[in-house]
């Protein structure tokens, strides 16, 4: 969460943009809606049954005791606790983050959700509880400070300094350090803690809260499995919030770079948003893309920028490559997702299946044997275009990045794909053609050529080495070449980035 946020209206508190499920509608007369007993009744209903804002201090009791219930009212109240919790922390690091290490400092203590009662770590007033109503140990515990003062004559004066009445208080206060820091129950003991032992407990108990949040904060940082970042969070809820996106129903896949969730598709100004959408949100754990860096950093289009970016820039160079590619791709018709919007690391395209199922990857699907001959020259097809008409290699081409949807084949996740001048694009060119004709071999095409022919038929090259070895040195001669002529072409041929992420 941003820091203003803390403080902003929260929209996607109305606009859930996960969806929220249906409420059943019971049909009803006319006569029924008039009926003022009806009216009566149902506001009766209302009352009861109204979700209450705060929670009684029972509900955090209960929860304290890690109590089982049956009564879903009561289930429904320890999870928003849990939820306004969770939230009332992020709000605690936030105005911390907010006002570092300022003497003047701001706080955000009106916007909590839990009462500072409840949040058995938000306080540091004293909490007797000896002197409360609502401890459910009460009854348990020793008797109760003596009060204060001067309790008349001949007696002694108590002050608050009164070794036992302080050893007491700070036993009691042990239930401000927070739930992780097991401080046992105390039932039957009178417990009383020194100063000194009060307060290395305290500290310890504060310098575990910190290793904590930042172990926590880590893992917020970072789109891990499933699991998306804050950030990551915030720009789809602003997608649904400025209503490109209706809903964000559910992932569909979560790989090692990125995590695709389908989207009813909502509007924008200037283009039609698909009624159904795929969103790929390219991860920001980098380990993945680190092995990727010989795609993009060699790739003339990007090398300029990609010396001098940081990691988390370079992700969204993914997401823009792969924006690039799918635009080109679209615009000579070759089916493949189109593009809806870029926004950082977060690309929406059009979906590629029906009613929220995905179109299966060919190497899933069963098809007739008329069919995957088709299919098989569709392919080929295919990489033809996109080597001389959107001058791409796919560079990752496999049965797992090909779909079939409506009787025909669609190429998908092209952010890797390179031009062919790229230093390596030929050898990509040459896997990617050992990968389709492996697999059409296997589903036994009798047209499928070998790798060899294949990749001259898609280059228009004409190699003609025997084996494969051979075929490679003399593949890696001819990139020495294009090499050499892009370098002389220097900036000459550098694509111009026709859009700007940032710009949208
Ligand atoms: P990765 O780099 O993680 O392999 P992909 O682009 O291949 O990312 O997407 C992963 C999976 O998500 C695909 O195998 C496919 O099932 C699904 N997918 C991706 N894009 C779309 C789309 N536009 N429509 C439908 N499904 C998609
Ligand atoms: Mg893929």
Redesign the pocket.
Known sequence: MEPGLATAPQPWRDKCPWGSSPSPITPCSLSDVMSEELVKELQQQEASATFPHTIGIDTADLIREGAETSSDLLLAQMLQMEFDREYDAQLRREESKLNGDSKVSISFENYRMVHPFEESGSSEDEVDWQDTQLDPYKLDKPSANPKRGFAGKGKEITTKHDEEACGRRNTARMENFGPEFQVGDGIGMDLKLSNRVFNELKQHSYSERRRSAKIHEKKEHSTSDQAIDSRTRLLLYKMVNSGVLDNINGC??A????V?FHASGGSLADKIVPAEC?V?VFKTTLNEFKNRDKYIKDDYRFRDRFSKLNPRKIIRMWAEKEMHNLTRMHQVGIPC?EVVLLKKHILV?????QDHV??P?LKDVQLSNEDMQRAYHQVVHMMQQLYTECNLVHADLSA??M?WHMGKIWF??V?QSVEPTHPHGLQFLFRDCKNVSQFFQKMGVADAVGERELFNAVSNLAITEENEVDFLVEIEALQKINEDHVQKCGKQSKLKTDEDPENY
């Not at 790989?255 to 990125?258: F, L, N, Q, T």
């Open positions: 569909i896949s790989g090692k770079e990125s695709v795929a790929k997702p395209m059009s979906f590629i299946g995905a179109a990857k797992y990045n779909l998908i996740d952010s």
